[in-house]
């Protein structure tokens, strides 16, 4: 994988350095996150039409911490922002992550897609 | 191999450090939040080690962290934190819970690796400190302020669960003279032989210590009066009736044993409980040595 024009979506080499170089393991591993945040996807949809903004927060947390750990700076970021919709309660703002998140994720997908 | 276990909801870290942690030589069990940590820390007690995540479902990180300071007496269990906040005050706040150290989210490979490596030598660091002030140096066995504290554990469960607790007072036949004769590192070895002689031929939840001198001290769960003289009439056999191999040349040793079981004298102390066994030896010793006596 390129890393210099997709340094945005992926951070391949400080990923794989994570996992001690290990690539098989790191393919391993981004599966897992995609099945991950499907399923934390739905309960943050499920969250915000409920309003249910202290889920709001937990869910972008621990997806922030995921995203943070296969090094995807801009989902790390747009869970951070998600988080921080549930800590000041701002439904508004909760509802604009949960479109940047889908955007973000969608952009992964293709990226995965045409790489591998 | 150092037992760890991690506490996190997120399964892509989760997956990270087990991975990483098996590579480099640890035995990794992982829970999805902080409730179902509590427990298998309170199972498990191989777990020397545990990576709490801060944030989780049901108990926060540094919330299980003060429980565990609070509530876990026995082995000391090396805490790390894990967290995303890398801000001052939540790092004060884990170690004034009783963390010993933090890692921040995303990990760095070698970082964790280091911080893994600071634990470990703590936790061999305690374990060493733990054999030393449990364990008697020449024999092996409990030492006495080991073995009379699990007598009072003993005791209390017994009563509890209304079952009776046995114990076995022993010592060795003219061990004085067999010092005098063939001198001191000789009575250390045979001493030492016949200890690991009764080690081997103790059940498993059995406890033996040394109560002083050749005094040895079993003590036996859940044993009734029968059962105990059954038992003190094996280990008898097993002691002595194989010679025992010094530096000069195989010696016959025996052994006299005071055996008693609350079954006989329920309520008793743990204090009485182990007089009542020393007049027992007492009485074996006068009857002419090598014999069992119990209460």
Known sequence: MRNEQNSKIIDYSSALERVGGDASFLKELIDLYIEDFGEKFVQLQKAVEQENLDQVKEIGHSLKGSSGNLSLPSLQEASYQMEMAGKEKNIEKAKKALTLLDQEFRQLNEFLLKNN | MIKVLIAEDDPVSSKILKRNMTKWGYEVVITKNGEEA?????????????????????????????????????????????????????????????ADDYITKPFKYLELKARLNTGKRIIELTNELERLANRDSLTKLWNRRSILRTLDKEIHRSHRENKPVAIIMLDIDNFKKINDTYGHLCGDSV?????????????????????????????????????????????????????????????SVTISIGAVSTETIPDISAEELIKASDNALYKAKNKGRNCIVTN
């Not at chain 2, 498990?44 to 565990?68: F, H, N, Q, T, Y």
């Not at chain 2, 002595?240 to 040349?249: A, L, M, N, S, V």
Request: with cysteine; glycine share 6%; net charge positive.
């Open chain 2, 191 to 251: 001493l030492q032989k016949i200890s690991s002689r009764l080690k081997k031929n103790t059940r498993k939840y059995d406890e033996i210590g040394r109560y002083g001198g050749d005094e040895l001290l079993m003590i036996l769960p859940n044993c009734t009066l029968s059962n105990v003289k059954k038992i003190a009439d094996r280990i008898r056999h097993f002691v002595c009736d194989r010679k025992i191999k010094t530096e000069t040349g195989p010696m």
């Open chain 2, 38 to 98: 509590w427990q298998v820390i309170q199972d498990d007690k191989k777990i020397s080690l545990a990576i709490l995540d801060w944030m989780m479902p049901e108990i926060e990180g540094v919330e299980l962290c003060r429980k565990i300071r609070q509530e876990k007496k026995e082995k000391y269990l090396y805490i790390i934190l894990l967290t995303s906040k890398d801000r001052q005050e939540d790092i004060i706040e884990g170690f004034n819970a009783g």
